[in-house]
């Protein structure tokens, strides 16, 4: 898909990965929509940027994981935009959810916004797509996706879900509207990581360095314009499933 001309809406397209992806998008020629929940002054910032790109901006507050603000924020797009042609599933929380656990919030909150909010979004906005002709639907995974992260239980099953509808949402969309997701490895450090678990996670990729949301917003560009994949998961990960390999076999 050309994005010249076009529609785009980044959930969670505030701030830290999302916010570069929604300028990448802007930078190539897509109005975009910023969708964001608690993070205000952070969006209305990421919207002057992308205006000054020379692109139209549009500013959404909603929770994705409740299904009828994703419903009035389609509605609030609609009025503005007509719709949308490129939806981008970015919404995420990292939360730690030790197993077995007595206090269910931690789960339903990563379920909420893992699972329902894209497919929340790609119900109220793959309408859209199918009335305009065409469209592309771009989930953020990550590594726990494939491999167990211990600790954090509701996020490496909301991301694998991810990848399962990915895969759902091609089959029953096809062939108007393709689905795509990129499988990030190690691209912001966290808070907690001091500098010598910083190290080693970089160490730990076959690049030898943490990625960047620049990183993920080339990736996220090259599926929207690769018109001939759809289903699949692009993993951006400088190497790190494999580089445990580095040093001996078996």
Not at 75 to 81: L, N, P, S
Not at 94 to 114: A, G
Not at 141 to 154: F, R
Not at 185 to 192: A, E, F, I, K
Request: with cysteine.
């Amino acid at each position: 898909m050309e994005l010249a001309g076009k529609v785009a809406l980044v959930t969670g397209g505030a701030t830290r990965v999302g916010r570069t992806i929604a300028l990448e998008l802007a930078a190539a020629g897509s109005s975009v929509v910023v969708n964001f929940r608690t993070s205000a002054d952070a969006a209305a910032e990421t919207a002057a940027e992308i205006e000054a790109l020379g692109v139209d901006a549009l500013v959404v507050r909603a929770d994705v994981g409740d299904v009828d603000q994703v419903t009035a924020m389609g509605e609030a797009v609609a009025a503005r935009f007509g719709g949308v042609d490129v939806l981008v599933n970015n919404a995420s929380v990292f939360l730690h959810n030790p197993f077995p656990t007595d206090d269910l919030t931690v789960w339903r909150r990563s379920i909420d916004t893992l699972v329902h909010g894209p497919f929340y979004c790609a119900n109220v906005f793959a309408p859209q797509m199918l009335e305009r002709g065409g469209g592309v639907i771009i989930a953020i995974a990550d590594l726990s996706a494939i491999e167990p992260w211990p600790g954090y239980t509701g996020h490496g099953v909301g991301k694998a879900a991810i990848v399962a509808l990915t895969r759902q949402l091609a089959l029953e969309l096809a062939p108007t509207i393709r689905a795509n997701a990129v499988m990030p490895g190690p691209t912001l450090r966290p808070s907690d990581y001091d500098d010598a678990r910083y190290e080693r996670v970089a160490e730990d990729t076959l690049l030898g360095r943490w990625g960047t949301p620049e990183d993920m917003a080339s990736a996220v560009r090259f599926l929207i314009e690769s018109d001939y994949i759809t289903g699949e998961v692009l993993t951006v990960d400088g190497g790190q499933r494999f580089a445990r390999r580095k040093h001996e076999a078996g």
